[in-house]
C-alpha cells in the first residue's frame, strides 16, 4: 500500500509561480508511474502530467504544456510539480496519484494523496 502526500498549494497571483511536492511512503516509489491531476469545482478530474517510473519520460496535458515541469527522486521518493506562468484557471485542488503506467486518464492508477488547493488570483 502506497500513501501520498502533497503539499506546496498556496493563493498566488497569476504569473506567478508554485512548486507542489508530494511524499511517497509505504512501496517502492520507483516501480510506479507518479501522476499529477487537478480538479476545480463543478469539473472533472484532470491529467496535468506524469513521469515514467525512471524519470526519463513524461506526458502534459495540453493546457499546462511549456508552463509546468514535473521531476521527481527515487532517492527521496518523491514527486515535485513546478508551476510557471500560473493563470486563474489554473485554479484547483492538485492530487498526485501512483499507477503502473503512464496514462491521461485518472482510472488506471492505484493510489492518490488527498489534494492540496491551488488558488490563482486574477
Known amino acids: 500500500q502506497v500513501q501520498l502526500v502533497e503539499s506546496g498549494g498556496e493563493l498566488v497571483q497569476a504569473g506567478g509561480s508554485l512548486r507542489l511536492s508530494c511524499a511517497a511512503s509505504?512501496?517502492?516509489?520507483?516501480?510506479?508511474?507518479m501522476g499529477w491531476f487537478r480538479q476545480a469545482p463543478g469539473k472533472e478530474r484532470e491529467f496535468v502530467g506524469g513521469?515514467?517510473?525512471?524519470?526519463?519520460?513524461?506526458s502534459y496535458g495540453d493546457s499546462v504544456k511549456g508552463r509546468f515541469t514535473i521531476a521527481r527522486d527515487n532517492a527521496k521518493n518523491t514527486v515535485v510539480l513546478l508551476m510557471n506562468s500560473l493563470k486563474p484557471e489554473d485554479t484547483a485542488v492538485y492530487y498526485c496519484?501512483?499507477?503502473?503506467?503512464?496514462?491521461?486518464?485518472?482510472?488506471?492508477?492505484?493510489?492518490w494523496g488527498q489534494g492540496t488547493q491551488v488558488t490563482v488570483s486574477s
Open positions: 513521469i515514467n517510473q525512471g524519470g526519463g519520460s513524461t
Open positions: 496519484a501512483a499507477g503502473g503506467w503512464l496514462v491521461t486518464t485518472p482510472g488506471p492508477y492505484q493510489y
Open positions: 509505504g512501496g517502492t516509489f520507483s516501480n510506479y508511474v
